[in-house]
C-alpha cells in the first residue's frame, strides 16, 4: 500500500461561486458547502466529482456530485484525478478524514489548497481499490436499509398513539385535560450560569471520560440518550452546578436549539445532569413515561412548541419553562396507557434487534 500526498494524485481547485440570486428553480444542480443549494443554466463539472467543504462549519464534510453538476468556490473540487485512483475509492478514502488538522481561520473555518497539501492518504493497487468500494457499497445499503426500517418503527409507534388516544388536539375520547404542570413534576436550569458559587457553565477542558453525565440537546438522538459520546464531569465539579438533576424514568425533551428531541432517561448511573437546553419531566398524577413520551412525539404537541419557539422572536429556538407547562395533556385511564406501554416496549425489542 503506498502513502501518497493528496495534492500529488489530483488538483485541488475552487470555481467560481454563483450569486444566490441567479440560482435556478431548475437545471443543472450546484452544489455548496452543504451539498446541492439550488440549480443553474452551466455546469462545470461533466463527470461526478469529489468535492470537500472549505468554508464555514461544516469544513471538511465530503461528498461526491452527478454528472454535469456546477461546484462553487464554497467547496473544493478534488480535480484531474491520477488515473490508477478509482474516483469512489477516493471518496471513501477522505469520507472520514480528520480535517480539522488542516482548517484554519478563527471567525469563518476555511480550508485551502495549502492546507490540503498536509493531507496523506493510503492507496493500495488499482485491481483492489474496485473490490474495496465494493464492500463499502453494500455497506451503506445495508445501513440505509436500516436506517429506513428504524424510521418505519418509529412511525409505527406514532400511528399506534394516534389509534389508541386520537388526536389530543380534538380529543375524540374525551380523555381528561389538564395543564402539563398539574400533572407533572418538572424543571431545568431555566436560568443562564451565573459564575455564583462555582456555578459556572462548565468549560470542554473540565470534561472528562468518566463521570456525571452532562446531556446536552445533540445527546439525545432517535429516542435515546447517548451516553457515550455526551460530555461528563467530575462528582466534585457537577455538585457546584446544584440543579438541573434527572432520575431514572423521567422525560426528558429538548427545548432549546433543537426543539423537541425525547427520550425516556434510562440508566445506570446514580447522578445524570441536564444543560439549559433540555427539559425533564417526572410523571406524578396517573401518567406513564412511554405514554407522556408518545404525547411529547405527537405532531400536536410538537407543531405547538414549534410555533411558541417561532412566536419568542430570538435569532435561536427557545421554548421556556413557563410556556412549556401551560400546554395542555390528555390523561387516558392507565389499562389503556398501560397497554401502549407494553406495544412501545416489542416495538423497541425489535428496533435493538435490528
Known sequence: MERVKLTDICN???????????????????????????????????????????????????????????????AMCLDDVRDDIERDYLYYNLLHYDFNKVISGSAQPQITRQGLEKVEIYVCPHDEQYDVVKILRKCEKIIKLRNDEMTLIDSLIKARFVEMFGNPSSNPYGFQKVSVQDAIDSGYIEKPLDGNHGNKHPKASEYVEDGVPFIMANDIIDGKVDFDNCAKLTRDRADK?????AHNGDVLITHKGTIGRTAILYTDYDYVMLTPQVTYYRPIRGLIAEYLKGYF???????????????????????????????????????????????VQQVDKSKYAA
Request: hydrophobic content about 30%.
Open 12 to 74: 485541488p481547485k475552487q470555481w467560481k461561486t454563483i450569486p444566490i440570486g441567479e440560482l435556478l428553480e431548475e437545471g443543472y444542480p450546484v452544489y455548496g458547502a452543504n451539498g446541492v443549494i439550488g440549480y443553474y443554466s452551466e455546469y462545470n463539472h461533466e463527470e461526478p466529482v469529489v468535492a470537500v467543504t472549505c468554508r464555514g462549519a461544516t469544513c471538511g464534510s465530503v461528498n461526491i456530485t452527478t454528472a454535469k453538476s456546477y461546484v462553487t468556490g464554497n
Open 241 to 245: 452546578l446544584d440543579k438541573g438533576f
Open 297 to 343: 412525539d405527537s405532531d400536536c404537541f410538537q407543531n405547538e412548541m414549534k410555533l411558541l419557539a417561532a412566536a419568542g422572536g430570538s435569532t435561536r429556538a427557545y421554548v421556556g419553562i413557563t410556556n412549556q407547562t401551560k400546554m395542555s395533556l390528555l390523561i387516558p385511564d392507565m389499562e389503556r396507557q398501560n397497554e401502549y406501554k407494553d406495544f
